[in-house]
């Protein structure tokens, strides 16, 4: 009897080391990955943000500030700089803006313009680390009509902070909604 269980025990041992599989689990990271087909990799480093602020409130309004006051020839640096002074889905949105904008023609020959005002910053109920952030905006252009008697408009938006180490704010997410 005790043979047959010895038997049974060296070929069930012989079959999970056929499959790939051995009793004490993957013996690698690549035999982890092909067995769970994903590959165990260290967290990211955290992200670190230029000109973080010392208040959660204090990043929003000098982010958003910069945000709405931009004109055709510096817009696309402006995105930049945003960019680098903020973290996550905020850095990578602020990127994509500054490519989309560099190649724009149409905002460079027109000329335009935004300019405006944080008018409200509040916690969004709920939420520790999003904000409610109302804005008063215009647009002008020096090369054409089309923004010709546009009355400055209210915006909204959904801003996300995060505490970096050290104990300073930068944004982690930004959501124009209006």
Do not use: K
């Not at 700089?81 to 020959?109: C, K, N, P, V």
């Amino acid at each position: 009897m005790r043979s047959r269980r010895a038997a049974a025990t060296l070929l069930c041992a012989l079959a999970c080391v056929g499959c790939g599989h051995s009793a004490r689990g993957p013996a690698s990271a690549v035999a982890q990955a092909d067995a769970t087909h994903e590959y165990p990799s260290a967290p990211p480093p955290p992200q670190t943000a230029a000109h973080a602020a010392p208040t959660a409130t204090q990043a929003i309004r000098s982010f958003v500030t910069a945000y709405i006051n931009w004109d055709a020839q510096t817009v696309s640096d402006d995105m930049l700089a945003l960019a680098a002074r903020s973290i996550g889905q905020a850095r990578a949105a602020m990127t994509l803006a500054a490519a989309e904008t560099a190649g724009d023609y149409e905002l460079r020959r027109g000329g335009i313009a935004n300019s405006g005002a944080v008018e409200a910053v509040a916690p969004l109920s709920g939420s520790d680390d999003r904000y409610v952030v109302v804005t008063r905006e215009s647009t002008s252009a020096s090369n054409t009509t089309a923004y010709q008697g546009l009355r400055p408009a209210w915006h909204v938006a959904l801003a996300t902070v995060h505490q970096l180490p050290g104990g300073r704010w930068a944004l982690s997410g930004w959501q124009p909604e209006s």
